[in-house]
């Protein structure tokens, strides 16, 4: 029984950062690896980020280096820091956690409602 709430996007102009949240609800929390994923009209759903219960990251070649997913287990919140933003970075960002047996990125996982990033000047 998980519920992810995700706050913290907006409008930033390129070359500006975000800090996006994500709450978790529920006692499963810190024994999950969670994602990061967006999606943008007209486009397909984008894998970002994970990290995993003890901290180890994974990105996106298209974020590397500007993003990185901080994790605090003991707030049951992982975050997206998000550093250098462009143009093309404008998406609804959704938070994600597996359901077993349905895997991280699944339909049938666990799924935020989205918070919107727009980047434009």
């Known amino acids: 029984q998980v519920q992810l709430v995700e706050s913290g996007g907006g409008l930033v102009q390129p070359g500006g950062s975000l800090r996006l949240s994500c709450a978790a609800t529920?006692?499963?929390?810190?024994?999950?690896?969670m994602g990061w994923y967006r999606q943008a009209p007209g486009k397909q759903r984008e894998w970002v980020a994970t990290?995993?219960?003890?901290?180890?990251?994974n990105f996106a070649d298209s974020v590397k280096g500007r993003f990185t997913i901080p994790r605090d287990n003991a707030k049951d919140t992982v975050y997206l820091q998000m550093n250098n933003l462009k143009p093309e970075d404008t998406a609804v960002y959704y938070c994600?956690?597996?359901?077993?047996?349905?895997?991280?990125?699944?339909?049938?996982?666990?799924w935020g409602q989205g918070t919107q990033v727009t980047v434009s000047s």
């Open positions: 529920g006692s499963i929390f810190s024994i999950y690896t």
């Open positions: 990290v995993t219960a003890s901290g180890v990251t």
């Open positions: 994600n956690a597996p359901r077993p047996p349905y895997t991280l990125g699944s339909d049938r996982s666990y």
